[in-house]
Nanobody, 115 residues
Framework: QVHLVESGGGLVQPGGSLRLSCAAS????????MDWYRQAPGKERDWVAG???????NYPDFVRGRFTISRDNAKNTVYLQMNSLKPEDTAVYYC?????????WGQGTQVTVSS
């Protein structure tokens, strides 16, 4: 079993920044790719960033240039730096760890972008 715990969400004004963290614990064997997703009320869950075990990153167009995913393997933690936030970035943000050991999700952290 792998446990993922997100933190760092909150209320921020448009144009502001937040850094989310996702700490993994439990039966972690090796380094796996990690992803961030988000889900706004009444909408589907969207993928927003991914990082491979080797550190390669990828983003959808709607966040590229504003969001940055990174990882600290020693701490089993993945981060999502979010800059130039917009009201449409408001959502619950989830991290995901998908590997041969299973598909695990955190409980989510709320991000609200509002003036």
């Amino acid at each position: 079993q792998v446990h993922l715990v997100e933190s760092g969400g909150g209320l921020v004004q448009p144009g502001g920044s937040l850094r989310l963290s996702c700490a993994a614990s439990g039966n972690i064997f090796g380094i796996a790719g990690m992803d961030w997703y988000r889900q706004a009320p009444g909408k589907e869950r969207d993928w927003v960033a991914g990082i491979t075990s080797g550190g390669s990153t990828n983003y959808p167009d709607f966040v590229r240039g504003r969001f940055t995913i990174s990882r600290d393997n020693a701490k089993n933690t993945v981060y999502l730096q979010m800059n130039s936030l917009k009201p449409e970035d408001t959502a619950v943000y989830y991290c995901r760890r998908l590997s041969g050991a299973g598909d695990y999700w955190g409980q989510g952290t709320q991000v609200t972008v509002s003036s």
